[in-house]
């Protein structure tokens, strides 16, 4: 069995969707903010993606070393970040760093 870049690239973006629901997920287990009902501030879940999440994904996908092309390990990483709002276009980003490999 073969696959196209453009089919690796969308069962990337995939598995990257995911794992986006789980994060979404503990988000609002844990409150995306706002007061709650004992009218304590809760801001939680928007200090989990913020502080922890988004810096240990731009960790591993090697974004802060611009210097280094992005290898097929990061890729993954780089969507997971996509999909929080951080990089370019997913499919764009996986295809070019397919094409580049």
Same mark, same amino acid.
């Given at each position: 069995m073969?696959?196209s870049?453009?089919?690796?690239?969308?069962?990337?973006?995939?598995?990257?969707? &995911?794992?986006n629901?789980?994060i @979404?997920?503990l %988000?609002?287990h844990?409150? !995306?903010?706002?007061i709650n009902?004992?009218?304590?501030?809760?801001?939680?879940?928007a200090?989990?993606?913020?502080?922890?999440l988004?810096?240990?994904?731009? &960790?591993?996908?090697?974004?802060? @070393?611009?210097? %280094?092309p992005?290898?097929l !390990?990061d890729?993954?990483?780089?969507v997971?970040?996509?999909?929080?709002?951080v990089?370019?276009?997913a499919?764009?980003?996986?295809?070019n760093?397919l094409?580049k490999n």
């Amino acid at each position: 069995m073969s696959i196209s870049n453009e089919q690796l690239a969308n069962l990337i973006v995939g598995f990257a969707k &995911s794992q986006n629901a789980i994060i @979404d997920a503990l %988000v609002h287990h844990l409150g !995306k903010g706002g007061i709650n009902q004992s009218g304590i501030v809760n801001r939680d879940g928007a200090n989990f993606r913020s502080l922890s999440l988004i810096p240990i994904l731009e &960790s591993y996908a090697h974004v802060e @070393d611009g210097s %280094v092309p992005p290898t097929l !390990k990061d890729l993954p990483s780089r969507v997971l970040l996509q999909l929080q709002g951080v990089l370019g276009t997913a499919r764009r980003l996986f295809k070019n760093g397919l094409r580049k490999n």
